[in-house]
């Protein structure tokens, strides 16, 4: 069974199509500031795909960014219970389990260098649901190890497909479609990922 997508992704997905409403729709160009998004989680796909390959070449990156991931998520917890202790909470009323003190330090650093894709384009990116995936999966399934790093794009471009449509092209592409973006991206992940590379084929036989 495919893990659930966490609640953090479904609103970031809401608040993206939200805010391309007005610029993205239809045929015809895409607009500038929506073309460079898309690009960008697509290669957000081919840099985990890089990140793969790399793992499963030396599976002694892997245990170090598993080490690294580990250490954060334990500094998480304890940081957590303290919180809970002396009354500490975030604006959803829950105890804050990743601190800023925490998320800035340099717990993380080996597992950014040795995994980079899991930390989305800009290399600070935290989201805690997708670093406990890696040290579960590791040992056993890199490719399941680093799925995060690929589902969030996906369902990113599955969703801005079902509302905008395959047939809008990029600025400065020589007339490539978000369709064929979307059709590159699933022979990309298909042999490691051939359920993702269905749902990116299933949005195109449905929009299409």
Do not use: H
């Not at 007339?175 to 991206?185: K, V």
């Amino acid at each position: 069974m495919n893990p659930p997508v966490p609640l953090k992704r479904i609103i970031l997905i809401t608040l993206v199509l939200a805010f391309a409403l007005a610029s993205c729709g239809g045929d015809g160009e895409i607009a500038q500031v929506d073309a460079e998004f898309e690009i960008q989680e697509r290669g957000q796909i081919d840099a985990a795909i890089t990140d793969l390959k790399a793992l499963r070449a030396d599976p002694g990156r892997a245990l170090v960014a598993r080490e690294s991931i580990d250490r954060y998520l334990r500094a998480g917890r304890v940081a957590e219970r303290f919180n809970k202790e002396v009354g500490i909470e975030g604006d959803d009323g829950a105890p804050i389990a990743v601190p800023p003190v925490i998320a800035e330090d340099k717990i993380l650093d080996p597992a950014r260098k040795e995994v980079p894709s899991l930390f989305g384009p800009s290399g600070k990116a935290i989201v805690p649901e997708d670093l406990r995936q890696f040290p579960r999966e590791a040992a056993d399934d890199l490719a399941a190890a680093i799925r995060p790093a690929v589902a969030g794009p996906v369902e990113l471009l599955i969703a801005r497909a079902r509302r905008y449509g395959p047939d809008a092209t990029y600025p400065d592409s020589d007339g490539l479609t978000r369709g064929e973006l979307i059709a590159g991206a699933a022979v990309a992940v298909k042999p490691y990922w051939p359920d993702l590379a269905a749902e990116l084929e299933g949005v195109l036989e449905d929009t299409g």
